[in-house]
């Protein structure tokens, strides 16, 4: 079995992480994190972490804690993703303030989506200070992830989206105005969001309030 999660082959990768999900077993503990590492394909790396979600908590989350420190980012990354799955809110004591702002931007991702899942009630006010501070960071993908992360974390975003959105980076502003739309109505798509919000941006406080009025 461990050969198999080695495989060239996608599809024999896939089907020896299921079937070890299926069938869960300590001894596969260590194989299951090291292929976590390793494996170039998304959808095998979900079922690492899913297989991982099968064992006993009391033998996956130290391990997991672990790996959170470790120099490969895909480990680190992977790492957080499993924690999300798990759910178990004691390990938000590990998603550290050095996590939300990783440099690599799947780890900092990742880190957003488990952070808002296990974020305590009475954190929740620090947590959106936080993720606010990196809007206007990376491409589409990553300005989507973290408006779903503000979005997913609730009305205590409210009012750091509207101080952000007079900041003084247009880039910052409009994402910060396209976050707050989509959080006033999820069904906005996240393009016009933030094509609307550019627009209101480079018009200014004058002609935003002109535009409204027409």
Avoid: Y
């Avoid at 292929?35 to 979900?46: G, L, N, S």
């Avoid at 690492?48 to 979600?53: E, H, V, Y």
């Avoid at 305590?120 to 200070?129: F, M, N, T, V, Y």
């Amino acid at each position: 079995m461990a050969e198999a999660l080695g495989a060239e082959d996608t599809s024999v990768r896939l089907q020896a992480a299921l079937a070890v999900g299926s069938n869960p077993d300590p001894g596969f503990l260590e194989t299951l994190v090291e292929r976590c590492a390793v494996e170039p394909d998304f959808f095998v790396r979900d079922m690492l972490s899913w297989a991982l979600t099968r064992l006993s908590s009391e033998i996956t989350l130290p391990r997991m804690r672990r790996e959170l420190d470790s120099e490969r980012t895909q480990a680190r990354s992977q790492a957080l993703h499993t924690l999300s799955k798990i759910g178990e809110r004691s390990a938000w004591a590990w998603i550290t303030r050095d996590m939300l702002r990783d440099a690599d931007d799947e780890v900092a991702r990742t880190a957003w989506r488990v952070a808002v899942v296990l974020v305590p009630e009475d954190a929740k006010k620090d947590l959106a200070g936080e993720l606010v501070g990196q809007l206007g960071r990376g491409d589409r993908e990553v300005r989507l992830s973290l408006s779903r992360a503000l979005v997913d974390l609730g009305d205590v975003t409210g009012p750091a989206l509207e101080k952000a959105s007079a900041h003084p980076d247009p880039a910052v502003a409009a994402h910060a105005r396209a976050t707050e739309a989509l959080r006033q109505n999820p069904e906005t798509g996240f393009d016009a969001a933030v094509d609307e919000a550019k627009r209101a941006v480079a018009l200014g406080p004058t002609g935003s309030a002109e535009a409204g009025a027409c």
